[in-house]
């Protein structure tokens, strides 16, 4: 596969925006999606090791767990479409041809998908008192789990397979013999998919933190409890940072030979360095922990600490595509669309914005309340607009849709 050919792949409409905007939003829908993943992963390991075990702690976290990877699981899959958006646009000769190559598994990564949360769901349904009674069919909350493990092989698959256009031939028609099965996961690489794995634990540990503290100002919670969070959260984060290090040598001394000198560049140190730095902070902070800015703080710092993983993976797709293939993303033909342009900020900062900012006020202030909680007349009058802006945006689809038919 030469780089004409590549080009020849490319979508001859250009793109409706500078391919620079494609890229960073990539890069941090990316980041955004891989931190709900890892929560969601992190949540979902606590809840099988508290529902499999006897201690009250235990229990009472598998139970409050079981409630963020529910929600982690939306929130991940949300999040994961934006960035698929984004890499299908700019990359799309080698997103296209990796899908393809594995069709079978694209189209079974919904099925596994939506079945692993059913499972969940059902996890659910059996065990809505985790804290107090016995758990029931803890083995549902375990295949949801393994599963949502092979849904993130997929995905993997399917970035590797696209760094590799010098060997698409050989796998679409190996020896020369064409096989259009798409059961194919023809390249992987264990350590960098251990790499983001092991995030979770880090991860976790930081929103152990930040749930704590968001606890903490209840009158029902036991003291102990939160000095046991405490101690659980920082011995995760550093397990979490040593692995996902250990892992993430294992992927730089495992890459490809031209690109062997990418794991001393500046970007893997970073982002080394972010996640060294999330990692032994619980045990630097101390007591500060009890303090809002610390609690909450550490989780942003595990946010930062993804971009940065996200900025240096990014790099190295660009290294790759460029340096060893010619492929220049950046240089994609414009053909500048401002209405869709406007459309997409408009719609991410104004509906986004309000509705975003009335979910989390109320699930904020619900959570802060003991017993019933009522809005306030100004969070109603928030959630009202929500819903406003929500029906006038549906109206205007539709309308454009009719106006681009039509017309
Ligand atoms: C819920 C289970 C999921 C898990 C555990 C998971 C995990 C992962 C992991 C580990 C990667 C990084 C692969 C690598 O770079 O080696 C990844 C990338 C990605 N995921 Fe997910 N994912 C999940 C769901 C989804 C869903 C539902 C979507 C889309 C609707 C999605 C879209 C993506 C995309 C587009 C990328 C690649 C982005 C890029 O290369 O720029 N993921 N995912």
């Not at 780089?3 to 391919?19: K, N």
């Not at 969940?120 to 789990?145: D, E, R, W």
């Not at 800015?293 to 993804?306: I, K, M, R, S, W």
Request: net charge neutral; aromatic share 14%; proline share 3%.
């Amino acid at each position: 596969m030469n780089t004409e050919m590549l080009y020849a792949l490319r979508d001859v409409a250009g793109v409706p925006s500078h391919p620079v905007l494609f890229l960073i939003l990539g890069v941090l829908t990316f980041a955004l999606h891989i931190l709900a993943v890892q929560v969601m992963l992190g949540a979902s390991g606590l809840v099988i090791w508290g529902a499999l075990s006897k201690d009250a702690y235990k229990r009472q976290l598998a139970q409050a767990m079981l409630g963020t990877a529910k929600i982690a699981v939306s929130v991940a899959v949300v999040l994961g479409v934006a960035p698929l958006l984004f890499v299908q646009v700019i990359y799309d000769p080698f997103w296209y041809t990796s899908n393809v190559l594995s069709a079978t598994w694209v189209i079974g990564f919904i099925v596994i998908l939506t079945v692993g949360y059913l499972l969940m769901y059902f996890f659910y349904a059996k065990n809505h008192h985790l804290a107090t009674q016995k758990t029931v069919c803890p083995g549902s909350m375990i295949l949801s789990l393994a599963l949502m493990l092979v849904v993130g092989f997929i995905m993997h698959v399917l970035v590797v397979q696209m760094l590799s256009p010098d060997q698409w031939m050989q796998w679409y028609a190996p020896n020369g013999e064409i096989d259009a099965s798409g059961r194919g996961l023809h390249a992987y690489n264990l350590w960098r998919f251990a790499f983001f794995i092991s995030l979770s634990v880090l991860v976790i540990g930081s929103w152990l933190l930040a749930y704590r503290h968001y606890i903490s100002h209840r009158t029902d919670v036991d003291s102990g409890y939160l000095q046991w969070l405490k101690g659980l959260a920082g011995a995760l984060s550093l397990a979490g940072g040593i692995l996902a290090i250990g892992f993430g040598i294992g992927w730089m001394l495992t890459l490809p030979e031209s690109q062997a000198s990418f794991g001393f560049s500046p970007w893997v140190w970073l982002a080394a360095l972010m996640i060294a730095l999330t990692a032994v902070m619980p045990k630097l902070m101390g007591n500060k922990v009890n303090a809002p800015l610390f609690g909450y703080g550490l989780f942003g710092l595990a946010a930062v600490a993804l971009i940065l993983v996200a900025v240096a993976r990014e790099m190295l797709r660009w290294n790759i595509l460029f340096g060893d293939f010619g492929y220049n993303a950046l240089d994609y033909a414009v053909n500048m669309d401002w209405y869709s342009t406007l459309l997409f900020f408009g719609t991410f900062l104004i509906i986004g914005g309000t509705v975003l900012a009335y979910f989390l006020t109320v699930a904020w202030q619900a959570g802060q309340t003991d017993g019933v909680y009522t809005p306030s007349p100004a969070v109603t009058r928030l959630g009202n607009l929500s819903i406003i802006l929500i029906t006038l945006w549906i109206i205007h689809f539709f309308v454009l849709g009719l106006w681009v038919w039509l017309g």
